[in-house]
């Protein structure tokens, strides 16, 4: 009788581990929110099933953001080694996050690396060289914060040393299997960044900092971005993405200022299924960031984005809307 339950119970641990096998990349999310609500700045951990070190997306709320992680579960499969000297959240910053991916400098979406840095341990900084720039000269600088970095003015305290990535060349992430490519993003004129991820199977999953439509920014660099993406789509290798949706659709283009509205979102989706057959984002993984905080006393934003996407959704693409400290398997 034993022995049975025990074969039972095998039995389901072993479909549990094909189906997680099946999955090519793991998300943790620090942060959710555009704004306004310190603690909970736009910041993702991800990691590919091959190994098990994570690279940060932004890193608006980083201690926060894994604090509640680390109390919602999300990484009840780490355990803490005996001879660490840190915290189950000390020991995830120091020797489990391998790097930084930074979008774009904006202070949503940096503001949890530059408090936590006294408490990190040493890891490359990923950006464009533009984004690089912005943070030695507008944060690592010794007037606003120490500088902590390799580059920049003033004593370098080289704990963060920049890595520039040339947009469309695929580069290594460091103390982990996945490689990385960088593409631009218009955001209101200003400059951000989409990242590639790419593991070793060549699967691939795509953040995208913040970005204004084409259209609005007169810019081609979504339709890039879409177009470097399209022969994944073809190949069923894309597992996911992570895009903004900052405002609703009630938010005229005047005002969106580098930000994406559902019907926008939407709009700029069709011009990547566009380049495959028609209904090849059928069921594509789309997770939605960077919604709006608002404080007004009126309708939850993310309730009227949520049903604004779910009205429109003529792709069949899966809109997945994560809280903080949630994780997800693609
Ligand atoms: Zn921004």
Redesign the pocket.
Known sequence: MFKNKLAVLFTCLSVFSFSAQSASFDTVTLGSKGGIQDGNLTAFLIKSEQDSNFIMLDAGSVVNGLIVSEQKGAFNNIALPDNSPYTKVGYLLNDKIKGYLIS?A?L??VSGLIISSPDDSKKPIYGLEGTNKDLMKNYFNWSAWPNFGNKGDGFKLNKYNYVDLVPTMWSAVSNTTMTVMALPLS?SG?E?TAFILKDQKGDVFAYF??TGPDDVEKSSALKTVWSTLAPFVKEGKLKGIIIEVSFTNETPDKSLF?HLTPNWLLKELTVLESMNDKGSLKDLNVVISHIKYSLKNSEDPKVIIKKQLADANKLGANFIFPEQGDSLQF
């Open positions: 774009h904006h949503d979406h955001h200003g951000s900092g913040d580098g």
